[in-house]
């Protein structure tokens, strides 16, 4: 893509995000239900730079856990001391030096595009730069670099270190850099922590190459928008809120309507078909895939799901980790998760919660139902109140019901227990043994009408006083 050079992509993530004040690492607070760290992963990936590498330190394991999980391929490194940006660079060139060029990211800018990435590697490779930054101009410089120009000198001085002139400079540093790695290699344990933080700082590298004569070049952005550091709760809401409104008018823009953008939330790994309906304060997050014609109604939340096409879910609807086909309605108040199926054209309504179980096409469980480790034939009918007994306190036991059977309202299925195709069990029936293809089950006691205890009753009210 790029020449025939290899870019190596090293996004740094070990730094503690002191102003957060949280126990959970900065770059694995949450934008859109997914970690910080996931967007300039991803930046990179869509940018075509496939050979990435996280710096961990701070929370590392839990950093580390994410990474295996969501991207496997990307190599972790640890830095055990969070000594600066320049420090995490040191420690991690056995890594880089085996690419020709080098881009440096940060882990906690979640609103960095990949056409930049794309724009600042192919500048640099075009041009015999030894190192090429991304900067920006801002009316808000305060806790960046200051990029520093005069006729003799390039160099980025931090904010804690600016004098009050540099203070002003309103060109600053995103954080974003590519080398050539022959020239990085040469610098990077030149690197000095005589500042006030004590630190080593990549950025200083720029100021070092300059001085050496080098071509260092400054690729400054007028928008600092896609460049936003978050270091704060107050800068996660805000990017947040960027990020939703991007993803908004992406869908929107491909057919999606909804009637107030403001209250809708969808992640960054959502995916869906064109025309679809959300209504107002919906939120679809994770790995969720909806299909055309579907419509999602108020209060619903959608997490890690595959909806079909033409479904219709009410409103005040929680989906997690499921599956639901073509044409089946939902709610409003259900809960579906954990591995549920609910098949083509079934129905699944009101204050019904359905967990890891499988509804067959065209089944109805419209109210007041739990049903949990089961697996529902086609064309079943669930009365309103029956509940399988899936845990016997010990273990979860699973329930079989067969096709087009007529569960009757308020039945117990005490599990492991299993229905046969056509039966039928009577209202209000604990069913505990297997029940026969075709049979009926009634398990209650049979009414008894008892004539006139009533009336007698009222009698010996009336002769043992008058109160
Ligand atoms: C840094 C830059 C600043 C720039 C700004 C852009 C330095 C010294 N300053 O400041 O010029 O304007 O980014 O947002 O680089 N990290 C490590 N190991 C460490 C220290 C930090 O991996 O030892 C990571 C952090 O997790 C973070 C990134 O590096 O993701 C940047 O560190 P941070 O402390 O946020 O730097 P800033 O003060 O924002
Ligand atoms: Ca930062």
Redesign the pocket.
């Known amino acids: 893509m790029f020449d025939r050079r290899t870019v190596g992509v090293l996004i740094?993530?070990?730094?503690k995000?002191t102003r957060m004040k949280s126990n959970l690492p900065?770059?694995l607070q949450p934008v859109l239900e997914e970690p910080l760290l996931f967007y300039p992963l991803q930046a990179a990936l869509a940018a075509g730079l496939e050979n990435r590498a996280v710096?961990i330190?701070h929370g590392g394991d839990a950093v580390q856990t994410y990474i295996s999980a969501m991207s496997p391929e990307v190599r972790v490194i640890w830095?055990h001391d969070?000594?600066?940006?320049g420090?995490?660079v040191q420690i991690s060139k056995e890594w880089w030096n085996s690419f020709s060029d080098i881009l440096v990211i940060?882990?906690?800018?979640p609103l960095l595009k990949s056409e930049i990435l794309i724009d600042l590697v192919k500048a640099h490779i075009d041009s015999p730069a030894s190192c090429t930054f991304a900067s920006f101009i801002t009316e808000t410089p305060a806790?960046?670099?200051r990029v520093v120009r005069d006729s003799n000198a390039l160099s980025?001085v931090?904010e804690k270190d600016a004098s009050e002139e540099q203070k002003k400079i309103r060109e600053?540093?995103?954080?974003i850099y590519i080398f050539r790695t022959p020239d990085l290699l040469s610098n990077i344990d030149s690197l000095a922590n005589d500042n006030v933080q004590g630190?080593y700082?990549?950025?200083d590298v720029v100021g070092l190459m300059y001085e050496q004569g080098k071509s260092v070049e400054a690729l400054c952005f007028d928008n600092g928008t896609d460049?936003q550091?978050v270091?704060s709760p107050l800068q996660l809401a805000e990017a947040t809120s960027i990020l939703k409104q991007r993803i908004l008018n992406h869908w929107m823009s491909q057919g999606v309507k909804c009637a107030d953008p403001s209250s809708v939330f969808i992640g960054p790994r959502v995916r869906l078909e064109g025309d679809i309906w959300l209504d107002p304060f919906v939120q679809l997050y994770g790995n969720t895939e909806i299909g055309d014609g579907t419509h999602i109604g108020s209060h619903s939340l959608v997490r890690n799901t595959v909806i079909g096409k033409s479904v219709d879910i009410i409103n005040f609807v929680s989906i997690i980790a499921s599956e639901i086909e073509d044409h089946a309605t939902i709610g409003p108040f259900s809960f579906i998760r954990d591995n549920a199926h609910i098949g083509e054209g079934a129905f699944v309504g009101k204050f019904v919660e359905i967990k890891k179980s499988s509804i067959g096409s065209g089944s109805k469980v419209p109210h007041l139902s739990y049903i949990g480790d089961a697996t529902i034939g086609n064309h079943v009918n669930i009365g309103a109140g029956t509940i399988t007994c899936n845990y016997d306190g010990v273990a979860k036991n699973p329930t079989h019901i067969g096709d087009r059977c007529f569960v009757g309202s308020d039945t117990m299925l005490v599990a492991p227990v299993s229905l046969g195709d056509d039966s039928f069990t009577a209202a209000g029936s604990v069913i505990t043994d297997d029940v026969p293809e075709g049979a009926l089950a009634i398990a209650r006691a049979r009414q008894k009408n008892i004539e006139g205890w009533v009336l007698r009753r009222k009698g010996s009210n009336q002769e043992g006083g008058k109160e």
Not at 82 to 85: A, E, K, N, Y
Not at 172 to 175: A, D, E, I, P
């Open positions: 740094l993530a070990a730094g995000g900065k770059v710096v330190g830095q969070q000594l600066g940006t420090h995490a940060p882990g906690d800018a806790g960046y670099g980025i931090e600053v540093n995103s954080g630190e700082y990549l950025p460049f550091g270091n």
